[in-house]
């Protein structure tokens, strides 16, 4: 089947985002192997793992070393074959404590550089593969780390027709971790997506392609081409945040109403999530690398690298030439979006898709609103961030963060927000909109954002 070339995108806001700092995805380096992997115990959106090894163990590589036990939680394991020589503990902006297991790398690797045994999954039944799935501790690589079992069970439970799609949707620079995967594994990729379909029950599988990577929907299709399942590709726009859930379901109704199909309820998933998919059924393997896109404009030569989880940050930075002066703001992400790294010790985990080091802080010369609607024309929710962004700084003075159901300007309205990042990103006077909104909505404090402001 041929990807049909009609390209379908949402109709309110959104920014072209380039970042000429971001790294090239025509090349990737493999970073070197840590001598100290740092392994948190938590790589997931729940509560810390149960550590299953204890100072003085020796691990093999691949090996359970953290046990998922609550929802939204996810299993652990050692990346390197070594010692666990001590357990480590950080304070994260958000105000929680993590935990790490540090191992030294040590004896004989099982899997790496040695042809790995395959597994037929073809005749699993689905809740075996999704037992598997989540015995291999595989979370979504590309947002919050949600444990993919556990979306796939509430997807199995849904009644009515069930469409498993496949988001390789370019619209920011800082994906360019998602693109090489996608063209240095895309079979594995492909058939992560068929497993992901039988395991959820999915009917068919839909390739959301953005434009520019037309190329990559044709190779999809060529590829799954080979399985028993219906498959179409749709092309849709490269504006940001195309990727998001909203925004992109919104165009896939529209595709779905035109081509006669039934969706019914939709399961989203990444290209990174899908190879450790493949990787932990077909290859019964949890995820010990990843992808991962270096650079900002602190950095001398930014790049794409395959990078074993745990490799601490700053070894990346030094790999990439080190500095090319003092930064004032690393963080993981994508910079709309990024999460602040306060200390390069911190490591890689599974969902690092991104990280970057910028010459200023965010919070840099953030002046008053100038009142330029630029914000608004962006929102593509149709919100008005500065009007939100004022009614949470009078309810933060009031002390309070409540607001009432008629109140259109307080958290009701906030609510809607999905925290693309536009109002912020075009902002001239720097505020920081979407954090301010996002806590809002959530009814907390904003002492800690105080000195953004
Ligand atoms: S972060 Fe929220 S308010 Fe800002 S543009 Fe996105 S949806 Fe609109
Ligand atoms: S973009 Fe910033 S300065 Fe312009 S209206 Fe919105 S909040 Fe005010």
Redesign the pocket.
């Known amino acids: 089947m041929i990807i049909k070339t009609k390209v379908y995108t949402f109709s309110r806001g959104g920014i072209h985002f380039e970042d000429p700092s971001a790294p090239s995805r025509d090349t990737c380096v493999t970073a070197f192997l840590p001598v100290l992997s740092i392994i948190p115990l938590v790589h997931h959106t729940g509560s810390r793992a149960l550590p299953a090894v204890s100072v003085g163990d020796s691990v093999k590589e691949g090996m359970l070393v953290g046990r998922g036990l609550d929802p939204g939680s996810a299993n652990i394991h050692a990346v390197v074959p070594g010692k666990v020589v001590r357990t480590v503990s950080w304070k994260m902006l958000e105000g929680h404590t993590n935990e790490a297991l540090v191992i030294r790398m040590e004896g004989a690797f099982d899997k790496l550089g040695r042809r790995e045994e395959i597994f037929p999954w073809q005749d699993i039944s689905p809740v075996k593969l999704r037992n598997l799935i989540s015995e291999y501790g595989v979370v979504t690589m590309e947002s919050s780390g949600l444990p993919v079992s556990e979306l796939i069970a509430s997807f199995q439970a849904m009644r009515g027709p069930r469409s498993l799609v496949v988001r390789c949707v370019f619209d920011d620079p800082w994906l360019a971790a998602d693109y090489v995967l996608c063209r240095e594994r895309l079979k594995a990729m492909v058939e992560g997506s068929v497993i992901a379909a039988r395991a959820s029950m999915a009917e068919r599988i839909i390739y959301a392609v953005s434009r520019r990577e037309r190329e990559l929907g044709d190779l999809f299709l060529a590829e799954a081409a080979a399985y028993n399942i219906p498959a179409s590709a749709v092309l849709v726009g490269s504006r940001y945040p195309q990727q998001n859930r909203r925004e992109l379901e919104i165009v896939l109704r529209i595709y779905a109403k035109r081509e006669g199909i039934d969706l019914g309820e939709i399961l989203l998933l990444g290209p990174a999530t899908l190879a450790a998919i493949h990787d932990a059924v077909k290859l019964r393997r949890p995820i010990l690398d990843r992808y991962v896109a270096v650079g900002g404009a602190a950095v001398k030569n930014p790049q794409v690298m395959k990078v074993r989880i745990g490799t601490r940050i700053g070894d990346l930075f030094e790999e990439c030439g080190g500095f090319t002066g003092t930064p004032g703001r690393i963080a993981t992400g994508s910079p709309i979006l990024g999460r602040v790294v306060q200390d390069l010790d911190e490591p890689v985990i599974k969902n690092s898709y991104a990280v970057f080091a910028l010459p200023t802080k965010r919070s840099d010369k953030v ?10 024309a962006v929102c593509p929710v149709g919100l008005d ?2 009007e939100l ?1 004022k009614a949470a700084r009078v309810s933060s003075a009031a002390g309070s963060f409540a607001g009432s159901p008629g109140d259109v300007s307080g958290p009701v309205m906030a609510d809607h927000c999905h925290g693309c990042g536009c ?1 912020e990103l ?6 920081p ?1 979407s954090t301010v909104i996002a806590n809002f909505a959530r009814g907390t404090p904003l002492q800690e954002l105080q000195g953004r402001f």
């Open positions: 002046r008053n609103c100038i009142g330029c609607g630029e914000c608004r961030p500065e962004f109002c075009v902002c001239p006077s720097r505020l909109l």
